[in-house]
Nanobody, 118 residues
Framework: VQLQASGGGLVQAGGSLRLSCAAS????????MGWYRQAPGKQRELVAR???????NYADSVKGRFTISRDNAKNTVYLQMNSLKPEDKAVYYC?????????????WGQGTQVTVSS
């Protein structure tokens, strides 16, 4: 399974970005899909997660500003980020749990940089 993330970049505070992460490979189905981020000198943290049924949960720091969604037909998860703040600057990683013929496995994307200027 390969994950291809895109959509990061540089934006001014208050701006928006949309991240995408497409999964490809011999996938039977995708379970939870999510986004994590890691800022310099900090641990990787959960930003948002969406279940196969569409249930979502968010980090308190992004509630009301970020929206996670998924397109099951495209095996893709999205993260719409609005009202971005300088503290949102980090490398964002997508994470999926995929059901393969060999069982349920977890995968990470390569990371995409998000930079927010004040």
């Amino acid at each position: 399974v390969q994950l291809q993330a895109s959509g990061g970049g540089l934006v001014q505070a208050g701006g928006s970005l949309r991240l995408s992460c497409a999964a490809s490979g011999s996938i039977i189905s995708l379970n939870n899909m999510g986004w994590y981020r890691q800022a310099p000198g900090k641990q990787r943290e959960l930003v948002a997660r969406i279940s196969s049924g569409g249930s979502t949960n968010y980090a308190d720091s992004v509630k009301g500003r970020f929206t996670i969604s998924r397109d099951n037909a495209k095996n893709t998860v999205y993260l719409q980020m609005n009202s971005l703040k300088p503290e949102d600057k980090a490398v964002y990683y997508c994470n999926v749990r995929a059901l393969l013929w060999s069982g349920l496995k977890e995968y990470w994307g390569q990371g995409t940089q998000v930079t927010v200027s004040s």
